[in-house]
T-cell receptor, first 117, second 114 residues
Framework: AQKVTQAQTEISVVEKEDVTLDCVYE???????LFWYKQPPSGELVFLIR??????QNEISGRYSWNFQKSTSSFNFTITASQVVDSAVYFC??????????????FGPGTSLSVIP | DGGITQSPKYLFRKEGQNVTLSCEQN?????MYWYRQDPGQGLRLIYY???????QKGDIAEGYSVSREKKESFPLTVTSAQKNPTAFYLC?????????????FGSGTRLTVV
């Protein structure tokens, strides 16, 4: 069965520190997608990244980077030189591409990140 | 710009009342979803619709109802049968093309029972 685990419930860091948010997933499928979403205090979920199971290249986007390792079923997210605006809840999610029309997406419980000035 | 519009942003309901949350999209997506989020919790799927005039129950459908009469609209009704409706509700549509595969979310409706 699908499962997404984000073991860190809450993290606090001081501004300019680096922080890594962990995500471990379980799936029996060989074809799937992984996502990270940011939920600021306003509530809207903001898409950050999508990665399919055939692309294990790490990605960097500004201060954000993602490390996808199929061998350990992990898709970790690192923020470099954190800023107060990074304070939010971050969700990792898994979608299995099925033969039916329903693309089921499972969300992890989220990690609440607080960046202290 | 294309996106998902949810209204109202805040909604207050008296005990025993039905209320309807609006969700409109102009992305031309077939699939739409409703999620519920409780404080400090993740997202739980209420209902989803893959096509007009069709919808399916998610994991926590009891006490909710939906309709999908138009591709652009997927309203959610919280009925009096929902015993604990106070929560944050998120609507989403789903891209299935490989380049943009995944959800676009609305800004949410915060429902409070008074």
């Amino acid at each position: 069965a699908q499962k997404v685990t984000q073991a860190q419930t809450e993290i606090s860091v001081v501004e300019k520190e680096d922080v890594t948010l962990d995500c471990v997933y379980e799936t029996r499928d060989t074809t799937y997608y992984l996502f990270w979403y940011k939920q600021p205090p306003s509530g809207e979920l903001v898409f950050l990244i999508r990665r399919n199971s055939f692309d294990e290249q790490n990605e960097i986007s500004g201060r954000y980077s993602w490390n996808f390792q199929k061998s350990t079923s992990s898709f970790n997210f690192t923020i470099t030189a954190s800023q107060v605006v990074d304070s939010a809840v971050y969700f990792c999610a898994l979608s299995e591409t099925t033969k039916t029309s329903y693309d089921k997406v499972i969300f992890g419980p989220g990690t609440s990140l607080s960046v202290i000035p | 710009d294309g996106g998902i519009t949810q209204s109202p942003k805040y909604l207050f309901r008296k005990e025993g009342q039905n209320v309807t949350l609006s969700c409109e999209q102009n992305l031309n997506h077939d699939a739409m979803y409703w999620y519920r989020q409780d404080p400090g919790q993740g997202l739980r799927l209420i209902y989803y619709s893959q096509i007009v005039n069709d919808f399916q129950k998610g994991d926590i459908a009891e006490g909710y109802s939906v309709s999908r009469e138009k591709k652009e609209s997927f309203p959610l009704t919280v009925t009096s049968a929902q015993k604990n409706p106070t929560a944050f509700y998120l609507c989403a549509s789903f891209h299935r093309d490989s380049a943009n595969y995944g959800y676009t979310f609305g800004s949410g409706t915060r429902l409070t029972v008074v």
